[in-house]
Protein backbone atom coordinates (compact mmCIF):
# COMPACT_ATOMS: atom_id res chain seq x y z
CA UNK A 1 0.00 0.00 0.00
CA UNK A 2 1.53 3.43 -0.64
CA UNK A 3 0.92 6.39 1.62
CA UNK A 4 0.60 9.52 0.66
CA UNK A 5 3.23 12.33 2.03
CA UNK A 6 1.18 14.17 4.63
CA UNK A 7 0.37 10.70 6.12
CA UNK A 8 3.89 9.69 6.73
CA UNK A 9 4.88 12.81 8.05
CA UNK A 10 1.98 12.39 10.63
CA UNK A 11 3.47 9.04 11.49
CA UNK A 12 7.24 9.85 11.97
CA UNK A 13 6.11 12.35 14.04
CA UNK A 14 3.88 10.33 16.53
CA UNK A 15 6.99 8.29 16.69
CA UNK A 16 8.87 10.95 18.49
CA UNK A 17 7.73 12.15 21.52
CA UNK A 18 7.01 16.14 21.90
CA UNK A 19 9.53 18.63 22.14
CA UNK A 20 9.61 20.39 26.00
CA UNK A 21 9.06 23.66 25.79
CA UNK A 22 11.60 25.81 27.02
CA UNK A 23 11.00 26.95 31.01
CA UNK A 24 10.42 30.48 31.28
CA UNK A 25 12.33 33.01 33.77
CA UNK A 26 10.64 33.44 37.07
CA UNK A 27 9.95 36.62 38.44
CA UNK A 28 13.09 37.78 40.90
CA UNK A 29 11.11 37.38 44.23
CA UNK A 30 9.46 33.98 42.70
CA UNK A 31 13.06 32.81 42.55
CA UNK A 32 14.05 33.38 46.29
CA UNK A 33 15.83 30.65 47.76
CA UNK A 34 15.50 29.46 51.43
CA UNK A 35 19.28 29.68 51.58
CA UNK A 36 20.17 33.01 49.71
CA UNK A 37 21.74 35.59 52.01
CA UNK A 38 18.79 38.43 52.85
CA UNK A 39 21.54 41.15 52.84
CA UNK A 40 22.45 39.76 48.85
CA UNK A 41 18.30 39.40 47.89
CA UNK A 42 18.31 43.28 49.47
CA UNK A 43 20.99 44.60 47.55
CA UNK A 44 19.78 43.21 44.50
CA UNK A 45 16.27 44.65 44.95
CA UNK A 46 17.77 48.31 45.45
CA UNK A 47 20.52 47.86 42.81
CA UNK A 48 17.61 46.77 40.05
CA UNK A 49 15.43 49.74 41.32
CA UNK A 50 18.83 52.15 41.11
CA UNK A 51 18.83 50.94 37.14
CA UNK A 52 15.44 50.97 36.03
CA UNK A 53 14.86 54.71 38.10
CA UNK A 54 17.90 55.53 36.04
CA UNK A 55 16.00 54.16 33.08
CA UNK A 56 12.67 56.59 34.00
CA UNK A 57 15.17 59.50 34.56
CA UNK A 58 15.94 59.56 31.53
CA UNK A 59 12.89 59.46 29.86
CA UNK A 60 11.75 61.73 32.05
CA UNK A 61 14.56 64.54 30.68
CA UNK A 62 13.55 63.87 27.47
CA UNK A 63 9.73 64.36 27.69
CA UNK A 64 7.71 66.98 27.06
CA UNK A 65 5.22 68.70 29.79
CA UNK A 66 2.54 66.45 29.88
CA UNK A 67 4.97 63.36 29.75
CA UNK A 68 6.76 64.44 32.89
CA UNK A 69 3.64 64.80 34.67
CA UNK A 70 2.31 61.72 33.55
CA UNK A 71 6.37 60.44 34.92
CA UNK A 72 6.42 62.56 38.27
CA UNK A 73 2.59 61.54 39.07
CA UNK A 74 2.21 57.78 38.05
CA UNK A 75 5.00 56.22 36.55
CA UNK A 76 7.14 56.87 39.52
CA UNK A 77 4.94 56.36 42.03
CA UNK A 78 4.43 52.83 40.81
CA UNK A 79 8.00 52.37 39.96
CA UNK A 80 8.72 52.92 43.90
CA UNK A 81 5.62 50.87 44.97
CA UNK A 82 7.00 48.01 42.88
CA UNK A 83 9.90 47.27 44.13
CA UNK A 84 8.94 48.53 47.77
CA UNK A 85 6.47 45.71 47.83
CA UNK A 86 9.48 43.42 47.28
CA UNK A 87 11.56 44.74 50.24
CA UNK A 88 8.84 44.93 52.72
CA UNK A 89 8.28 41.21 51.85
CA UNK A 90 11.68 40.43 52.78
CA UNK A 91 12.10 42.50 55.75
CA UNK A 92 8.79 41.27 57.08
CA UNK A 93 10.40 37.77 56.79
CA UNK A 94 13.77 39.04 58.87
CA UNK A 95 11.90 41.22 61.74
CA UNK A 96 14.46 43.20 63.93
CA UNK A 97 17.67 42.61 62.22
CA UNK A 98 20.01 44.90 60.53
CA UNK A 99 18.09 44.00 56.90
CA UNK A 100 14.73 44.97 58.11
CA UNK A 101 16.54 47.62 58.94
CA UNK A 102 18.06 48.67 55.86
CA UNK A 103 15.09 47.80 53.98
CA UNK A 104 12.37 49.80 56.14
CA UNK A 105 15.03 52.79 56.20
CA UNK A 106 14.84 52.61 52.04
CA UNK A 107 11.44 52.32 51.56
CA UNK A 108 10.99 55.54 54.35
CA UNK A 109 13.82 57.56 52.77
CA UNK A 110 13.92 56.32 49.19
CA UNK A 111 11.27 54.68 47.62
CA UNK A 112 9.69 57.98 46.28
CA UNK A 113 5.85 57.96 46.27
CA UNK A 114 5.39 54.16 47.44
CA UNK A 115 1.84 53.96 49.34
CA UNK A 116 3.25 51.67 51.45
CA UNK A 117 6.00 53.96 52.74
CA UNK A 118 3.64 54.80 55.75
CA UNK A 119 3.50 51.26 56.95
CA UNK A 120 6.87 50.68 56.73
CA UNK A 121 7.76 54.03 58.55
CA UNK A 122 5.25 52.53 61.09
CA UNK A 123 6.81 49.22 61.70
CA UNK A 124 10.37 50.72 61.97
CA UNK A 125 8.79 52.81 65.40
CA UNK A 126 7.17 49.42 66.29
CA UNK A 127 9.83 47.13 65.53
CA UNK A 128 13.19 49.30 66.96
CA UNK A 129 11.63 51.42 69.98
CA UNK A 130 14.75 50.59 71.81
CA UNK A 131 17.35 51.47 68.76
CA UNK A 132 19.02 54.78 69.42
CA UNK A 133 18.90 54.94 65.52
CA UNK A 134 14.83 55.43 65.62
CA UNK A 135 15.58 58.69 66.72
CA UNK A 136 16.76 59.73 62.93
CA UNK A 137 13.33 58.35 61.76
CA UNK A 138 11.49 60.48 64.11
CA UNK A 139 12.40 63.35 62.60
CA UNK A 140 10.97 61.85 58.49
CA UNK A 141 7.76 61.30 61.14
CA UNK A 142 7.79 64.73 61.43
CA UNK A 143 7.82 65.30 58.09
CA UNK A 144 5.14 62.80 56.90
CA UNK A 145 3.23 60.64 56.01
CA UNK A 146 0.24 61.74 58.63
CA UNK A 147 -2.20 59.15 59.95
CA UNK A 148 -3.40 57.78 63.21
CA UNK A 149 -1.47 55.06 62.59
CA UNK A 150 1.77 56.82 63.09
CA UNK A 151 0.64 59.02 66.17
CA UNK A 152 0.05 55.38 68.32
CA UNK A 153 3.38 54.06 67.00
CA UNK A 154 4.99 57.37 68.24
CA UNK A 155 2.94 57.63 71.74
CA UNK A 156 4.32 54.11 72.61
CA UNK A 157 7.87 54.81 71.43
CA UNK A 158 7.98 57.56 73.86
CA UNK A 159 7.12 55.29 76.73
CA UNK A 160 9.55 52.76 75.71
CA UNK A 161 12.56 54.23 74.38
CA UNK A 162 15.44 54.18 76.69
CA UNK A 163 17.13 57.16 74.93
CA UNK A 164 16.16 60.98 76.11
CA UNK A 165 16.82 62.12 72.28
CA UNK A 166 14.85 59.66 70.62
CA UNK A 167 11.58 60.67 73.42
CA UNK A 168 12.66 64.20 72.44
CA UNK A 169 12.04 63.62 68.68
CA UNK A 170 9.71 61.53 68.99
CA UNK A 171 7.57 64.02 71.11
CA UNK A 172 8.50 66.74 68.17
CA UNK A 173 6.95 64.15 65.54
CA UNK A 174 4.13 63.34 67.52
CA UNK A 175 3.66 67.16 68.13
CA UNK A 176 3.49 67.86 63.87
CA UNK A 177 1.71 64.47 63.42
CA UNK A 178 -1.21 66.23 65.02
CA UNK A 179 -0.98 69.39 63.60
CA UNK A 180 -0.92 68.09 60.06
CA UNK A 181 -4.03 65.92 60.96
CA UNK A 182 -5.82 69.34 62.27
CA UNK A 183 -5.88 68.21 66.55
CA UNK A 184 -4.17 71.94 67.89
CA UNK A 185 -4.70 70.72 71.61
CA UNK A 186 -2.86 67.71 70.60
CA UNK A 187 0.13 69.82 69.19
CA UNK A 188 0.25 72.43 71.59
CA UNK A 189 0.70 69.68 74.66
CA UNK A 190 3.32 67.76 72.72
CA UNK A 191 5.24 70.63 71.36
CA UNK A 192 5.09 71.93 75.01
CA UNK A 193 6.40 69.28 76.71
CA UNK A 194 9.17 69.37 74.07
CA UNK A 195 10.20 72.78 75.10
CA UNK A 196 9.94 71.77 78.84
CA UNK A 197 11.64 68.53 78.84
CA UNK A 198 13.64 67.93 75.32
CA UNK A 199 14.87 71.86 74.61
CA UNK A 200 18.80 70.29 74.75
CA UNK A 201 17.85 67.97 72.18
CA UNK A 202 19.78 68.61 68.71
CA UNK A 203 17.95 68.73 65.66
CA UNK A 204 19.94 69.78 62.28
CA UNK A 205 22.18 72.48 63.59
CA UNK A 206 20.48 73.41 66.41
CA UNK A 207 18.52 72.22 69.51
CA UNK A 208 14.68 71.49 69.60
CA UNK A 209 13.87 74.31 72.20
CA UNK A 210 14.38 76.86 70.27
CA UNK A 211 11.92 75.06 67.41
CA UNK A 212 9.18 74.23 70.00
CA UNK A 213 9.26 77.99 70.99
CA UNK A 214 8.56 79.19 67.46
CA UNK A 215 5.98 76.03 66.51
CA UNK A 216 3.74 77.00 69.58
CA UNK A 217 4.27 81.25 68.91
CA UNK A 218 3.05 80.92 65.33
CA UNK A 219 0.06 78.62 66.53
CA UNK A 220 -1.17 80.89 69.30
CA UNK A 221 -0.25 84.38 67.89
CA UNK A 222 -0.13 84.42 63.93
CA UNK A 223 -3.20 82.94 62.79
CA UNK A 224 -5.50 84.65 60.39
CA UNK A 225 -7.89 86.68 62.02
CA UNK A 226 -5.42 87.39 64.83
CA UNK A 227 -3.93 90.65 66.39
CA UNK A 228 -0.41 90.71 64.79
CA UNK A 229 2.27 91.05 67.12
CA UNK A 230 3.87 94.58 67.22
CA UNK A 231 7.21 94.74 65.47
CA UNK A 232 9.77 97.48 65.50
CA UNK A 233 12.19 98.22 62.57
CA UNK A 234 13.65 101.08 60.09
CA UNK A 235 11.91 101.62 57.17
CA UNK A 236 13.58 102.09 53.84
CA UNK A 237 14.69 105.59 55.01
CA UNK A 238 16.03 104.48 57.95
CA UNK A 239 13.45 105.64 59.92
CA UNK A 240 11.86 104.00 63.09
CA UNK A 241 8.72 102.77 63.27
CA UNK A 242 6.70 100.47 64.66
CA UNK A 243 3.75 98.20 63.22
CA UNK A 244 1.03 99.43 65.85
CA UNK A 245 1.67 102.67 64.36
CA UNK A 246 -0.48 101.36 61.02
CA UNK A 247 -3.13 99.74 62.99
CA UNK A 248 -6.27 100.17 61.26
CA UNK A 249 -4.86 100.77 57.69
CA UNK A 250 -4.04 97.76 55.28
CA UNK A 251 -0.22 97.08 55.67
CA UNK A 252 1.82 94.87 53.67
CA UNK A 253 4.88 92.92 55.12
CA UNK A 254 7.58 91.79 53.28
CA UNK A 255 10.16 89.93 55.28
CA UNK A 256 12.94 88.93 53.07
CA UNK A 257 16.66 88.26 53.65
CA UNK A 258 20.01 86.81 52.24
CA UNK A 259 21.67 83.23 53.38
Not at 76 to 102: C, F
Request: glycine share 6%; hydrophobic share 40%; with cysteine.
Amino acid sequence: MVLSSSLLLTVSLAAYPAPMEPALPCPAPACVQADDDPADLLEDIMDEYQEANTELGQKFRSADEAERKQILEVELPKLSEAYAQRVLKLTNAHPGTDVAWDGLSWIVGRARGAACAADALVKMLEDFGKDERIGDICLRAARGPYSTDTVKALTKLVKISPHKDVRGRATYALAMQYKELEDQKGFIKQMSLVKKKYADVPYTRGTLGPIAEGAIFEVERLQIGMVAPDIEGADLQGVDFKLSDYRGKVVVIDFWGNW
